[in-house]
């Protein structure tokens, strides 16, 4: 009788432990998808960031007449557009990523227009301001809904 008492007891004990072992296992997988989550807000914020610096940089560069220049940042803006959609389509709200695709376009837009052989005349220069200071505004915006949920995020 002892021995059943003795092994009831081990087998009450074990299950214990498997309890405890249970709870902090959940405890730690919890704690893993947050840091997963916001490591994925923070790289997110980012490549937003970036674009919203690179759109900056094409203002600058059509705004002092550096054609070349822009239309180099034009295809990397594209580009990182490209990467933002495919990499963050299943965290971009729909708005956001509606406004990505008309920066996009106004990109693409752009890229042609200083990709012609011809001089640009008042009407061109004008057209691709407007665009661009669009695309900049975009990018800003989108810049702050990453941080916001970033910060959301961390607290």
């Not at 008309?102 to 890229?111: D, I, T």
């Not at 200071?133 to 910060?151: K, L, N």
Request: hydrophobic content about 45%; aromatic content about 6%.
């Amino acid at each position: 009788q002892m021995f059943n008492f003795l092994g009831s007891l081990a087998s009450l004990i074990g299950l214990v432990f498997s309890l405890l072992a249970f709870i902090f296992a959940k405890r730690a997988s919890a704690a893993a998808s947050e840091a997963r989550d916001a490591a994925m807000r923070q790289s997110l914020s980012e490549s937003m960031d970036g674009a919203a610096r690179m759109a900056g940089e094409i203002v600058m560069y059509l705004r002092t007449e550096r054609s070349e220049m822009a239309l180099l940042r034009i295809g990397d803006l594209m580009n990182q557009t490209g990467y933002l959609n495919g990499r963050w389509e299943g965290r971009l709200s729909k708005k956001s990523k509606d406004s990505l695709f008309r920066a996009l376009g106004q990109l693409r837009s752009m890229h042609e227009v200083l990709s012609a052989t011809r001089e640009l005349i008042p009407e061109d220069k004008a057209r691709l301001a407007r665009s661009c200071q669009e695309v900049s505004e975009i990018f800003s915006m989108e810049q702050g809904v990453a941080t916001r949920a970033r910060e959301a995020g961390d607290k």
